[in-house]
């Protein structure tokens, strides 16, 4: 998945990087803030506004009421989601099993008796058996170049194929296990690095290296072609699998945090309303009304959960519409399929 997004840097750390706390923190203070050009720009009329008192308290009184629906949508969406996970013991030995024959076979696949426990560890060494392959496989094909169906002259041949799949993995490879060198364990920096290896990529360029060039491999070559292709399976299996337990995770993360943000401001809202309506709050400093000061801290904390909802959804959604694909399809556009087209 290549995490490159609109907006840039700005962009890149609310939509992937940034904690998303810090990007509700963020985004409160950027909804308050946006209040004082109003107060400012066009002082009479918003006077005017806030002179009608009812006109605030019916905003507010309006999203305190999404407030309270929004909640309750959540938590019930959350509800449902924690009883999908209640099921009887044969099928979470199912579950088990299935999770252990997995790891068996990607043993296999990376020469270890225990593969690692840790997620990071884990597509480490998956990348790095891939690297290992293609290296196996260049290293064949080198001791095929004096075979005479081979024409080294000739561009996009056999040798030139493999030694630009073998750059393009070495280089990929290297930039993916640093990014998981650096990651913490559980974190979305993990995630972030495995959705940017890109297996499609290589797996389409064995498959067309096998189409071009099949009659000329000899079967060991042609059985690192399966190995390649079955190592970079597992890494798309193993990194859709993080990827679930990740989504699984935010979703709670979610859950938990609208839900300590949404008291609070159900309070915070309904003491605003009954403010407003007494008329508690009069005058102004530096030009700018002391109502529209309270109004739009009570606005800004009324829209506090759908920020922290917003926050968290454009995460995920990002994360989902960059992983559509699930085989050796490429519907990111990045120029990786020319760069490997040898």
């Given at each position: 998945?290549?995490?490159?997004?609109?907006?840039?840097?700005?962009?890149?750390?609310?939509?992937?990087?940034?904690?998303?706390?810090?990007v509700?923190?963020?985004?409160?203070?950027a909804?308050?803030?946006?209040?004082?050009?109003?107060?400012?720009?066009?002082p009479?009329?918003?006077?005017?506004?806030?002179?009608?008192r009812?006109?605030?308290?019916?905003?507010?009184?309006?999203?305190?009421?999404?407030?309270?629906?929004?909640?309750?949508?959540?938590?019930?969406?959350?509800?449902?989601?924690?009883?999908?996970?209640?099921?009887?013991?044969?099928?979470?030995?199912e579950?088990?099993?299935?999770?252990?024959?997995?790891?068996?076979?990607?043993?296999?696949?990376?020469?270890?008796?225990?593969?690692?426990?840790?997620?990071?560890?884990?597509?480490?060494?998956?990348?790095?058996?891939?690297?290992q392959?293609?290296?196996?496989?260049?290293?064949?094909?080198?001791?095929?170049?004096?075979?005479?169906?081979?024409?080294?002259?000739?561009?996009?041949?056999?040798?030139?194929?493999?030694?630009?799949?073998?750059?393009?993995?070495?280089?990929?490879?290297e930039?993916v296990?640093?990014?998981l060198?650096?990651?913490?364990?559980g974190?979305?920096?993990?995630?972030?690095?495995?959705?940017?290896?890109?297996?499609?990529?290589?797996?389409?360029?064995?498959?067309?290296?096998?189409?071009?060039?099949?009659?000329?491999?000899?079967?060991?070559?042609?059985?690192?072609?399966?190995?390649?292709?079955?190592?970079?399976?597992?890494?798309?299996?193993?990194?859709e699998?993080?990827?679930?337990?990740?989504?699984?995770?935010?979703?709670?993360?979610?859950?938990?945090?609208l839900?300590?943000?949404?008291?609070?401001?159900?309070?915070?809202?309904?003491?605003?309303?009954?403010?407003?309506?007494?008329?508690?709050?009069?005058?102004?400093?530096?030009?700018?009304?002391?109502?529209?000061?309270?109004?739009?801290?009570?606005?800004?904390?009324?829209?506090?959960?759908?920020?922290?909802?917003?926050?968290?959804?454009?995460?995920?959604?990002?994360?989902?519409?960059?992983?559509?694909?699930?085989?050796?399809?490429?519907?990111?556009?990045?120029?990786e399929?020319?760069?490997?087209?040898?």
């Amino acid at each position: 998945m290549n995490t490159d997004v609109p907006g840039g840097r700005v962009g890149r750390w609310l939509l992937v990087t940034g904690s998303r706390r810090h990007v509700i923190l963020a985004l409160v203070l950027a909804v308050y803030v946006a209040m004082f050009p109003l107060g400012i720009i066009a002082p009479d009329g918003v006077n005017a506004l806030l002179t009608d008192r009812s006109s605030v308290a019916a905003l507010l009184n309006t999203l305190l009421s999404g407030v309270i629906l929004l909640v309750s949508v959540v938590v019930s969406v959350a509800s449902l989601f924690v009883s999908q996970e209640l099921s009887p013991v044969g099928r979470q030995q199912e579950r088990v099993d299935s999770t252990r024959e997995f790891r068996r076979q990607t043993e296999d696949i990376i020469d270890r008796q225990v593969s690692p426990a840790e997620p990071a560890a884990f597509l480490r060494a998956i990348t790095r058996a891939v690297l290992q392959r293609a290296q196996e496989l260049d290293d064949e094909v080198a001791e095929m170049r004096t075979h005479p169906g081979i024409d080294e002259a000739t561009p996009g041949d056999l040798d030139a194929e493999v030694d630009a799949y073998l750059g393009h993995v070495a280089a990929n490879t290297e930039r993916v296990n640093r990014a998981l060198d650096s990651a913490e364990y559980g974190t979305f920096e993990m995630l972030r690095a495995a959705l940017e290896y890109d297996y499609a990529e290589q797996l389409f360029a064995l498959r067309r290296l096998r189409s071009r060039h099949g009659a000329q491999l000899t079967d060991a070559a042609s059985d690192t072609v399966d190995e390649l292709e079955e190592a970079l399976q597992f890494f798309l299996a193993a990194r859709e699998y993080f990827k679930s337990l990740y989504l699984e995770r935010e979703f709670s993360n979610l859950t938990s945090d609208l839900l300590y943000v949404s008291l609070p401001a159900i309070i915070v809202v309904s003491y605003a309303v009954l403010a407003v309506d007494l008329q508690f709050i009069d005058g102004a400093v530096f030009g700018i009304s002391y109502v529209l000061l309270f109004a739009g801290a009570a606005y800004t904390v009324a829209l506090a959960p759908f920020i922290v909802l917003t926050a968290y959804v454009l995460r995920v959604a990002t994360v989902s519409r960059r992983t559509l694909s699930a085989g050796p399809f490429i519907l990111d556009g990045n120029g990786e399929r020319d760069r490997l087209d040898g």
